[in-house]
Every structure is written in structure tokens, then in C-alpha cells.
């Protein structure tokens, strides 16, 4: 397993940007299928996107953010980055890192290792 410190989060207006980042520790960073899931209040946690190992070269998102969030890594730096653009208000949730070793499950029970999560709020 490794472990998982998202950043980045905060509070901003409908239509802005914000980018997140997730530091992970660990030599093995770059064999693992990175994530993004997202829980809102009351809500069950849901997938956002994943980056496949490695070079990165395989990306898929939930529906709802596709065309406005994208996924990067930077093995050499071990961080996974999640860009999000003309976000919504109900983009507003904690935004979780997962690592797992599996490519193309957008289920939770496919990933071993969570960060603490950033809350992101979209106001309208």
C-alpha cells in the first residue's frame, strides 16, 4: 500500500477552476492505477476518474465531469493531479485519492488506498 495526502481544495465561484493534488509515498507509485472519488453529504462516495500505471496514457472519467476534469501524474514527483475546470455547484464534495492495481473498475472495493480527502464547495 502507499499512503495518500490530498491538497488543494477550497471554496470558489461557479464557472472557476481549481486543480488537486495527491502526494503519495512509497518507491511504487508509478505500478499503481491512480483515482478520484468524490463523496457530497448524504450521498454515497462516487467515482470521478482514473489514470492507468506507469506512463499514464489511459484516462476515463465519470460522466459528469468529463470534458471539464482531467487526470495527470508525475511519477517522478509521486503526486496525481486532478484538474477541474467550470465547476458546478454540484461538484461540491470531499474529493478522495485512491491507488489500486486495477484498471477500468470505477468501484471503490477495487482500490486498497485512501487519502483523508479535501473538501471542494462550488458556490452558485
Known amino acids: 500500500q502507499v499512503q495518500l495526502v490530498e491538497s488543494g481544495g477550497g471554496l470558489v465561484q461557479a464557472g472557476d477552476s481549481l486543480r488537486l493534488s495527491c502526494a503519495a509515498s512509497?518507491?511504487?507509485?508509478?505500478?499503481?492505477?491512480m483515482a478520484w472519488f468524490r463523496q457530497a453529504p448524504g450521498k454515497e462516495r462516487e467515482f470521478v476518474g482514473a489514470i492507468s500505471d506507469r506512463s499514464g496514457l489511459n484516462t476515463f472519467y465519470a460522466d459528469s465531469v468529463k470534458g471539464r476534469f482531467t487526470i495527470s501524474r508525475d511519477n517522478a514527483k509521486n503526486t496525481v493531479h486532478l484538474q477541474m475546470n467550470f465547476l458546478k455547484p454540484q461538484d461540491t464534495a470531499v474529493y478522495y485519492c485512491?491507488?489500486?492495481?486495477?484498471?477500468?473498475?470505477?468501484?471503490?472495493?477495487?482500490?486498497?488506498?485512501w487519502g483523508q480527502g479535501t473538501q471542494v464547495t462550488v458556490s452558485s
Open positions: 485512491a491507488a489500486g492495481s486495477f484498471f477500468g473498475s470505477r468501484s471503490d472495493r477495487n482500490f486498497d488506498s
Open positions: 512509497g518507491r511504487t507509485f508509478q505500478d499503481y492505477t
